[in-house]
């Protein structure tokens, strides 16, 4: 259950019917649960964001800013966010007004104002591929704006350290 993908059907009891009803109200995507705390991307204030509700219930609280939009996480090429509860923050990728050019930013678990993860990506159309949570490590496909190139990119979420993995025409 923690750090996992929340399956409903792995949950049991009253709170796997709370969860089941809460998913089946409105556009409700990509939940995580860690903790007692789910985390989804849902459509609750008119446009896709991200929330997170205690588990047992209760009202969903937004993230992000209201200004900031998500873009439906089947165009994203990967994962649209990951939360790590070890470092406070969670990984979420944005785009600039539905350009699509993906950009990994933090955001506080709590939530606030999303910043970059490191000033090294802005060039690339990035993808969250993997994240390894023991390590707090993820990796990216990041397709270079500038030259028809794609990179394999690992990057140090505690610190911001990016490394280059691989590249490929």
């Not at 993860?117 to 993820?138: K, P």
Request: cysteine-free.
């Amino acid at each position: 259950r923690d750090g996992h993908r929340v399956s409903v059907s792995v949950l049991t009891g009253g709170v796997a019917n709370r969860i089941e009803s809460l998913l089946s109200a409105r556009l409700h995507v990509e939940p995580q649960l860690h903790d007692d705390t789910l985390f989804f991307i849902s459509s609750l204030s008119g446009h896709l964001s991200l929330y997170a509700m205690d588990a047992a219930g209760g009202v969903p609280r937004p993230l992000l800013p209201p200004q900031i939009a998500l873009q439906n996480p089947e165009l994203v090429g990967g994962h649209a966010y990951e939360v790590l509860p070890a470092l406070g923050r969670i990984v979420v990728m944005l785009d600039r007004d539905g350009d699509e050019n993906y950009e990994p930013f933090a955001v506080p678990v709590d939530g606030g104002f999303p910043e970059p993860v490191s000033a090294e990506l802005a060039g690339y159309r990035s993808h969250l591929t993997e994240i390894d949570r023991a390590t707090g490590t993820s990796y990216f496909a990041a397709e270079s704006r500038t030259e028809a190139m794609i990179h394999a990119l690992r990057v140090d979420l505690g610190r911001g350290d990016v490394a280059l993995d691989q590249t490929r025409d």
